[in-house]
């Protein structure tokens, strides 16, 4: 329904968006289907807004996607905070659904504590890493002037890759319960996680003028940096875990 005056203002109008609030000027109807498709999909998810968009993106070409979103070209991407919370809801929800038991696959040692700290602090122990993550990306390439929060952001979009990735191994887990099988498909899930830690630094780095053979070792050694880091952080929460919480 075009309309010469604005519905929310009654401000003359003569383009798209009314001047003066910003509504757009062609509204609809209410009905089933645009119930679903815009107002529900659009206020759980913003998908017409990034969601799928930004998803794409970090598969297809992570660093330079997101290199672009920290210089400004935000539009179409979906905010790094709110998808960072909606993967860790979407991960640990299907995380109930599991057919195997966490002790056989993991060990009873690794699960015992963790465990304990995950059920309540789950989102916390996730978000615990990134800033440690950021500290290695941003000492190991001061020479491209990006400052810390940058990096930041960078790994909160690095770890959303993650929570897809290991997504599809939580699916995995609902579908399969042999163990044997289940153990090599973590197994190629953590190699792909660590190539694609790699390819993501790599990519976003590499308009900086850094020679090729030195962005390769840098992004390397910082790829390995995050997995010990990674390492470091879960061990210690276990341990902490079995002390205090179990």
Known sequence: MENSKCLNCNSEIENNFCSICGQKTTTHRFSLKHFVVHDFIHGV??????????????????????????????????????????LLGINHFVQNYSSVNNVELYGKEIVSGYMTLAENYYKVLK???????????YLFFRKSKQNYLEMLILCMYMMCGMLIIYLVFEIFLIICNDLSVLKAIKRIIDFFTVVYFFWFIYQYFSVFYYKKYSLIVRSLVCTILIILLQWFVLNTINNIGKMYFH
């Open 127 to 137: 978000f615990i890493s990134i800033p440690f993550w950021a500290c290695v990306v």
């Open 45 to 86: 998810f913003h998908l017409d807004k990034g969601f799928l968009f930004t998803i794409k993106e970090l598969f297809t070409r992570p660093g330079h996607s997101i290199r672009e979103y920290i210089q400004g070209k935000r539009v179409q991407y979906f905010n790094y905070f709110t998808l960072f919370l909606i």
